[in-house]
């Protein structure tokens, strides 16, 4: 090896093998009593800000001070506040002109709304948009005084069939609430044209996991409540839309209307933690040096709707064995193991357990901006989420990050020499857990996971679906990995490989597409949507999306064709996880998309 920091790894890589082996009976004990209690019905699938939530989070504590790790925090909590969703109260109303409007059939508030009451005209003004893009300069406010009024928009963008346009980062719903705010308005109508939604409904009131609302009131209505304040046909929205497309001008109307409304959003505030400890390393000029190693703890309650499970529909506990009990149970067997004095690194390890990953990574981004120690001293991080199913017969380890430091690709390959399963690497540092955090911040990462299962998300990942030999094999490598950048004379050096922001580009490639050329015909596919191929380093590609899958189901609602494959993603939004059911070769697989 030419790295002299690598060629010292391999003493510790058949001492730390050799060592775990003999005690691998005993750790796969108790990994199956970890993950028992986690995944047990008591904690009731651990949701974030619940009482599983913080037994998981006690638990946890309480073994990282068993192990002799020292609790950082509020003794060993990292405490933080989260919205964990939202409901409408019994204060929403809307009159038009003194005529009564109907709840949840011809409007509805959306999430991020605030609670409010407007007793204002109505000002119609296009799309909502200040801005240019190309040869388009577009001003949907020049000639609309909506100060103190309220003002109606259609949802979408002037170029609807520009992927790359200029105008898609201003024509989110929360966008337009914020141009229509510091444009004076008193609140936001939204509706949306045929285009985009067939049916002549109000959008869900399903939360964007985003605490902060928009200041003034937003509501969606109907295309025909909305044709009733413009005095105008039933036709009047998508006519308007046209009108505006083809002249490539905005328009702008003052129907002399007065709408009465108020929103009464209830957002649900709970409290969750991060667990933290540090085991201090063994050598004094390089104690103050830090590797992270995480998982997440917390997973999906009992399930429903806008909890991401993939059966929304059934109410039961959603235990979470291998999601993510799994990565904690390797976490405090690696905390005792690296307790033990003879066992200690070079550098301090600080382990972490995650509350709210679910919830849009929660926990981690609180910790990155309130670490217990400076992040310049976080020389790499070790996530570990869902590493309970090893493959029996084709065993395979994904390790994603492969590519954020200098000499990963050879410490992996290293290490891969004598493990017992396939490494997969993937070269991306940003993905659908908890590491993602670290990243964004310019820390090297690896993230190790045995993958996804039909089971993910459901009530049926359970703990008699573990595979606690593979799992050991699982936690050895990751003791051995951590020794590894533990004992490292040289500290990792980051490199950039992929996008440190998730919401860095905007297109509408991360908005409505996998990065996938789906089979637009239909005509050899019979029950959902035949992959014809797999573009290069797109989000399908990086979760194992291959050509020939036939794409089921979308966030467990179920794909038949084309069209209902366009419907389910046109609901996603870049940054966010898709769970993609395919069938490969006659067999169901599921698959963590990260947009």
């Given at each position: 090896?030419?790295?002299p920091?690598?060629r010292?790894l391999?003493?510790?890589?058949?001492?730390?093998?050799?060592?775990?082996?003999?005690?691998?009976?005993?750790?796969?004990?108790?990994l199956?009593?970890?993950?028992?209690?986690?995944?047990?019905?008591?904690?009731?699938?651990?949701?974030?800000?619940?009482?599983?939530?913080?037994?998981?989070?006690t638990?946890?504590?309480?073994?990282?001070?068993?192990a002799?790790?020292?609790?950082?925090?509020?003794?060993?909590?990292?405490?933080?506040?989260?919205?964990?969703?939202?409901?409408?109260g019994?204060?929403?109303?809307?009159?038009?002109?003194?005529?009564?409007?109907?709840?949840?059939?011809?409007?509805?508030?959306?999430?991020?709304?605030?609670?409010?009451?407007?007793?204002?005209?109505?000002?119609?003004?296009?799309?909502?948009?200040?801005?240019?893009?190309?040869?388009?300069?577009?001003?949907?406010?020049?000639?609309?005084?909506?100060?103190?009024?309220?003002?109606?928009?259609?949802?979408?963008?002037?170029?609807?069939?520009?992927?790359?346009?200029?105008?898609?980062?201003?024509?989110?719903?929360?966008?337009?609430?914020?141009?229509?705010?510091?444009?004076?308005?008193?609140?936001?109508?939204?509706?949306?044209?045929?285009?985009?939604?067939?049916?002549?409904?109000?959008?869900?009131?399903?939360?964007?996991?985003?605490?902060s609302?928009?200041?003034?009131?937003?509501?969606?209505?109907?295309?025909?409540?909305?044709?009733?304040?413009?005095?105008?046909?039933?036709?009047?929205?998508?006519s308007?839309?046209?009108?505006?497309?083809?002249?490539?001008?905005?328009?702008?109307?003052?129907?002399?209307?007065?709408?009465?409304?108020?929103?009464?959003?209830?957002?649900?505030?709970?409290?969750?933690?991060?667990?933290?400890?540090?085991?201090?390393?063994?050598?004094?000029?390089?104690?103050?040096?830090?590797?992270?190693?995480?998982?997440?703890?917390?997973?999906?309650?009992?399930?429903?709707?806008?909890?991401?499970?993939?059966?929304?529909?059934?109410?039961?506990?959603?235990?979470?064995?291998?999601?993510?009990?799994?990565?904690?149970?390797?976490?405090?067997?690696?905390?005792?193991?690296?307790?033990?004095?003879?066992?200690?690194?070079?550098?301090?390890?600080?382990?972490?357990?995650?509350?709210?990953?679910?919830?849009?990574?929660?926990?981690?981004?609180?910790?990155?901006?309130?670490?217990?120690?400076?992040?310049?001293?976080?020389?790499?991080?070790?996530n570990?989420?869902?590493?309970?199913?090893?493959?029996?017969?084709?065993?395979?380890?994904?390790?994603?990050?492969?590519g954020?430091?200098?000499?990963?690709?050879?410490?992996?390959?290293?290490?891969?020499?004598?493990a017992?399963?396939?490494?997969?690497?993937?070269?991306?540092?940003?993905?659908?857990?908890?590491?993602?955090?670290?990243?964004?911040?310019?820390?090297?990462?690896?993230?190790?996971?045995?993958?996804?299962?039909?089971?993910?998300?459901?009530?049926d990942?359970?703990?008699?679906?573990?595979n606690?030999?593979?799992?050991?094999?699982?936690?050895?490598?990751?003791?051995?990995?951590?020794?590894?950048?533990?004992?490292?004379k040289?500290?990792p050096?980051?490199?950039?490989?992929?996008?440190?922001?998730?919401?860095?580009h905007?297109?509408?490639?991360?908005?409505?597409?996998?990065?996938?050329?789906?089979?637009v015909?239909?005509?050899e596919?019979?029950?959902?949507?035949?992959?014809?191929?797999?573009?290069?380093?797109?989000?399908?590609?990086?979760?194992?999306?291959?050509?020939?899958?036939?794409?089921?189901a979308?966030?467990?609602?179920?794909?038949?064709?084309?069209?209902?494959?366009?419907?389910?993603l046109?609901?996603?939004?870049?940054?966010?996880?898709?769970?993609?059911?395919?069938?490969?070769?006659?067999?169901?697989?599921?698959l963590?998309?990260?947009?």
């Open positions: 090896m030419k790295n920091d690598l010292l391999f003493p510790f890589v058949f001492l730390l093998l050799f060592s775990l082996s003999l005690h691998s009976q005993n750790t796969s004990d108790n199956r009593k970890h993950i028992t209690y986690l995944a047990s019905d008591e904690l009731e699938g651990r949701k974030a800000g619940t009482k599983g939530d913080s037994l998981a989070a638990y946890i504590r309480d073994k990282f001070r068993a002799g790790a020292e609790l950082q925090g509020d003794n060993g909590f990292q405490y933080f506040s989260l919205v964990a969703g939202v409901s409408q019994d204060g929403n109303s809307f009159f038009v002109n003194g005529q009564k409007a109907d709840v949840s059939v011809d409007f509805m508030p959306l999430s991020f709304s605030s609670s409010a009451t407007v007793d204002a005209e109505v000002i119609f003004a296009g799309y909502g948009i200040t801005g240019i893009s190309g040869d388009i300069n577009w001003d949907d406010y020049a000639s609309a005084d909506v100060k103190g009024k309220w003002v109606m928009v259609l949802r979408g963008d002037p170029e609807p069939e520009n992927q790359n346009s200029a105008f898609i980062p201003l024509a989110t719903d929360r966008s337009k609430a914020l141009t229509a705010r510091d444009k004076g308005a008193a609140g936001l109508i939204l509706v949306s044209p045929s285009g985009m939604e067939k049916k002549d409904v109000p959008l869900d009131l399903s939360y964007d996991k985003t605490v609302d928009a200041g003034i009131p937003v509501v969606s209505v109907t295309r025909m409540l909305a044709s009733k304040i413009l005095r105008l046909p039933v036709t009047a929205i998508d308007l839309e046209k009108i505006m497309l083809g002249k490539v001008l905005p328009v702008s109307l003052r129907p002399e209307t007065k709408v009465k409304a108020s929103t009464d959003v209830i957002r649900q505030k709970v409290i969750s933690r991060n667990v933290m400890a540090v085991i201090p390393g063994s050598d004094i000029s390089m104690r103050n040096e830090y590797i992270v190693v995480g998982a997440h703890y917390d997973h999906l309650g009992m399930g429903g709707a806008g909890s991401g499970s993939r059966v929304p529909d059934l109410h039961a506990v959603h235990g979470g064995a291998d999601d993510n009990a799994s990565g904690v149970a390797s976490l405090i067997e690696l905390a005792e193991w690296f307790g033990k004095s003879e066992n200690r690194t070079s550098r301090s390890l600080l382990f972490v357990s995650f509350g709210a990953e679910e919830m849009g990574l929660v926990g981690a981004r609180h910790f990155v901006a309130n670490s217990p120690v400076s992040l310049k001293s976080i020389k790499a991080m070790i570990m989420d869902m590493v309970g199913r090893l493959n029996a017969e084709s065993p395979v380890v994904t390790i994603s990050g492969t954020t430091f200098t000499v990963a690709d050879s410490l992996v390959d290293a290490l891969s020499s004598t017992a399963f396939e490494v997969r690497k993937v070269a991306d540092g940003y993905g659908p857990s908890d590491h993602a955090a670290f990243y964004g911040e310019g820390i090297p990462v690896l993230f190790l996971t045995t993958g996804a299962h039909s089971d993910y998300h459901t009530p990942d359970n703990v008699d679906r573990i606690f030999p593979g799992q050991v094999k699982v936690t050895e490598f990751v003791a051995t990995l951590s020794t590894g950048l533990g004992n490292m040289s500290a050096i980051f490199k950039e490989s992929g996008t440190r922001n998730q919401a860095g905007y297109g509408r490639n991360l908005k409505v597409t996998l990065g996938i050329m789906p089979d015909s239909g005509g596919t019979s029950g959902g949507m035949k992959v014809e191929g797999v573009r290069k380093d797109g989000p399908a590609e990086r979760s194992g999306m291959l050509k020939g899958d036939v794409i089921i979308i966030n467990g609602l179920p794909v038949s064709n084309i069209y209902d494959y366009m419907s389910r046109g609901k996603l939004r870049a940054g966010e996880r898709a769970n993609i059911e395919v069938l490969r070769d006659g067999k169901k697989e599921v963590i998309v990260q947009l």
